[in-house]
């Protein structure tokens, strides 16, 4: 099974901020690791897919980049709205999903 | 507008059985595979099961195998999951999702339902 790592659990960050969550592979999965968003209450939305590939209607602040086994998710200049819990899920072996990591908007 | 709509949540004795159904309108049923993935309140997610478009390729976590059986009716644009034996456990928040592709292996599932509450309990 191919377990996902990401780091940090938690950050309290600013609006305007620049983030970044990684996600670790415990083997190399080339590209096919996809990120979602999930907002209290809500279920997942995705954003990337396939490491660096936006979603129909996401908004450019969101990023993703890397390959094999260390990706990384950027949002560019935060919003409020970013309140919410990040997830990376790979899809090379049937389907994991990283622990996630909670934004807070201080 | 893809919608995804779980129903048949509840409340279920350990050793039990639930079946769990998802309403899919908004794009061609049959040409995508769906998936159940589960969340556990205030934790992460974990993907239970996948069928092909087709119906005819499924696959299983291995910690629903043997207990679970996904199906799917694409005359009626339903997809569903059978739970039999449960465990306290197995109490999550069960998600529908459409998968990107037909078959259901290396794609990923891109819209997702709202889900719906599966409480083992005695």
């Known amino acids: 099974e191919v377990v996902l790592t990401q780091s940090p659990d938690f950050q309290s960050v600013t609006p305007k901020e620049k983030v970044t969550i990684t996600c670790r592979a415990s083997q190399s999965i080339g590209t096919s690791l996809h990120w979602y968003q999930q907002k209290p209450h809500q279920s997942p939305q995705l954003l990337i897919k396939y490491a660096s590939q936006s979603f129909s209607g996401v908004p450019s602040r969101f990023s993703g980049s890397g390959s094999g086994t260390d990706f990384t998710l950027t949002i560019d200049s935060l919003e409020a709205e970013d309140a919410a819990t990040y997830y990376c899920h790979q899809s090379r072996n049937l389907g994991t999903f990283g622990q996630g990591t909670k934004l807070e908007i201080k | 507008e893809v919608q995804l709509l779980e129903s048949g949540g509840g409340l279920v004795q350990p050793g039990g059985s639930l079946r769990l159904s998802c309403a899919a309108s908004?794009?061609?049923?049959?040409?995508?595979?769906m998936s159940w993935v589960r969340q556990a309140p205030g934790k992460g997610l974990e993907w239970v099961s996948t069928v092909s478009g087709s119906g005819q390729t499924t696959y299983y976590a291995d910690s629903v195998k043997g207990r679970f059986t996904i199906s799917r009716d694409n005359s009626k644009n339903t997809v569903s999951l059978q739970m039999h034996g449960l465990r306290v456990e197995d109490t999550d928040v069960y998600y529908c999702a459409r998968r990107s592709t037909g078959g259901g292996y290396g794609d990923l599932p891109d819209y997702w339902g709202q889900g719906t509450l599966v409480t083992v309990s005695s």
């Open positions: 908004g794009f061609t049923f049959s040409s995508y595979a």
